[in-house]
């Protein structure tokens, strides 16, 4: 059974694929875009408390769950509600997740697709000549990149095929051989890109945004945003933690690894942010109200910084690294359902389950162009905005996770023994002081949390 479903080799590799996949476009785009929407500081305060109070929390339920049981989120909500009230209906949160794994790859890739042609954009040239002015690049990516089909459909699917190429190979041989190799790249670049900001003139100013909170200007809807986004960020509420955690054997510390695959996803997030809030504070560029700075705004800043082409071409290299991390879990979800519920071989499930999602994903490629492309991307978006790429993104982020996510903590909360919790989470770790803590956060204050999310979705409350 364990060599047909695979395993880590050892800490290390299962820390970096689930770092990896944590690490994503959430961190590197969708964190600064909302940091600077929301003022900074004191938003940047909230979404640390929600990444120690509710995401580490339920990442710990998750990977307890994955190494207790050694299958995929289907099997394992089925074997562990065995004899609990609910029974086997406890399953559906591991069909959620593959839902989930399913359409937030669909259109994850085609927005990850763009640092492939950003890249070369950026390496051949062209993108120092549309990023003089900043007009004509938000015109030639908005009207030009974003509304041509062919270029939408040939990124994703590319992307696709390094998605799938990865996970085919396997937990050892494809998935952690890719984070091994990417992750410290992508560590290296991001501290180099740190240093390199810190020369820049408007590094202070980023600190101070980021770091000097200034509680007046916190909004209601912004705590709801930090929520929602810790949640994104760490992977949780699809069964990805739990897929990943159920190829670790018992002599890992599933507190510790929780812990520190949070740390680093929210160091990340920051020096992304500090990287990006410098180089925007040294130039006198208007940055756009728009999620797309990253595809417009920023290469019109970094032209003007000495090295720019190689600046840009390693800028969007590191993006599509951290995003390849992300769809590889995002497709394990889905293939490891079908290897463990259907019993197909791990490359059958990779290539069906990969090619259904890449056709699909065609949908969301062809849905972007069109006078409003700019305004209506939103990663993670809190309203649905138009055309299928919208729906699905306002579907995974609104619903699918934090309805996963309130279930996982009311599951591992209230339907598992506190006994057994308890042993989960000491095998490997040792005594476990915090453990009434973490039970504490688990019944009360996550389902509370994400409760609220829901609420305010129902309410079709805006997060303003
Ligand atoms: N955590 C990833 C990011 O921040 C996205 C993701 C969500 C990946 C859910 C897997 C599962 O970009």
């Known amino acids: 059974m364990t060599e047909s479903?695979?395993?880590?080799?050892?800490?290390?590799?299962?820390?970096?694929?689930?770092?990896?996949?944590?690490?994503?476009?959430g961190n590197l785009w969708k964190f600064p875009y909302i940091t600077h929407e929301n003022n900074g500081g004191a938003f940047v305060l909230v979404y640390i408390a929600c990444i120690v109070l509710v995401g580490g929390p339920i990442m710990m339920a998750e990977i307890l769950i994955g190494r207790k049981t050694q299958l995929s989120p289907v099997g394992a909500f089925r074997v562990m509600s065995l004899g609990k009230p609910g029974g086997k209906l406890w399953q559906g949160v591991g069909f959620l997740g593959v839902l989930?794994?399913?359409?937030?790859?669909?259109?994850?890739?085609?927005?990850?697709?763009?640092?492939?042609?950003?890249?070369?954009?950026?390496l051949s040239g062209q993108l120092a000549e549309l990023a003089t002015n900043p007009e004509v690049l938000g015109t030639y990516f908005g009207s030009e990149f974003l509304a041509d089909g062919t270029q939408q459909v040939s990124y994703h699917v590319l992307?696709?095929?390094?998605?799938?190429?990865?996970?085919?190979?396997g937990v050892k041989g494809g998935i952690e051989r890719v984070a091994k190799v990417l992750m410290p790249i992508l560590f290296a670049i991001l501290i180099g890109l740190v240093i390199y900001s810190s020369q820049t003139s408007g590094f202070g100013e980023a600190l101070r945004f980021l770091f000097q909170p200034d509680f007046s200007t916190l909004t209601k809807g912004a705590v709801l945003e930090a929520l929602g986004h810790a949640f994104f960020t760490l992977s949780l509420g699809m069964g990805a933690m739990l897929t990943y955690g159920s190829y670790i054997g018992r002599?890992?510390?599933?507190?510790?690894?929780?812990?520190?695959?949070?740390?680093l996803d929210t160091l990340i997030a920051l020096m992304a942010c500090v990287i990006m809030f410098s180089i925007i504070n040294t130039s006198d560029i208007e940055v756009a109200k728009s999620a797309t700075i990253l595809f417009t705004t920023i290469p019109t800043v970094l032209i003007k910084l000495p090295g720019a082409d190689i600046l840009n071409a390693v800028f969007y290299l590191l993006i599509g690294?951290?995003?390849?991390?992300?769809?590889?879990?995002?497709l394990e979800v889905v293939s490891s359902y079908a290897?463990?519920?259907?019993?197909?071989?791990?490359?059958?499930?990779?290539?069906?389950?990969?090619?259904?999602?890449?056709v699909f994903g065609v949908l969301n490629a062809l849905s972007l162009g069109g006078n409003d492309a700019l305004t209506s991307i939103n990663l993670i978006g809190r309203e649905s905005t138009a055309g299928v790429f919208g729906t699905m993104d306002y579907l995974a982020s609104n619903w699918f996770l934090p309805v996963g996510g309130f279930l996982i903590a009311i599951f591992t909360g209230w339907l598992l023994s506190p006994k057994l919790t308890r042993t989960e989470l000491e095998d490997g770790h040792g005594l476990m002081k915090s453990f009434t803590g973490w039970l504490f956060l688990i019944r009360f204050l996550a389902p509370l949390a994400v409760?609220?999310?829901?609420v305010s979705v129902i309410l079709g409350k805006e997060y303003q």
Do not use: N
């Open 339 to 358: 290897i463990d519920e259907l019993g197909w071989s791990r490359r059958r499930a990779t290539l069906t389950m990969g090619s259904v999602i890449t």
């Open 321 to 330: 690294f951290a995003a390849l991390t992300s769809t590889i879990s995002l």
């Open 100 to 122: 989930a794994g399913f359409t937030i790859l669909s259109y994850y890739s085609v927005v990850a697709g763009w640092t492939i042609h950003y890249t070369w954009l950026a």
């Open 251 to 263: 002599d890992i510390s599933v507190p510790r690894a929780a812990m520190q695959i949070s740390l």
């Open 451 to 454: 409760g609220a999310i829901i």
């Open 5 to 25: 479903r695979g395993q880590w080799s050892g800490k290390l590799g299962f820390i970096l694929a689930a770092t990896g996949s944590a690490i994503g476009l």
């Open 159 to 169: 992307f696709m095929c390094l998605t799938i190429g990865a996970v085919f190979f």
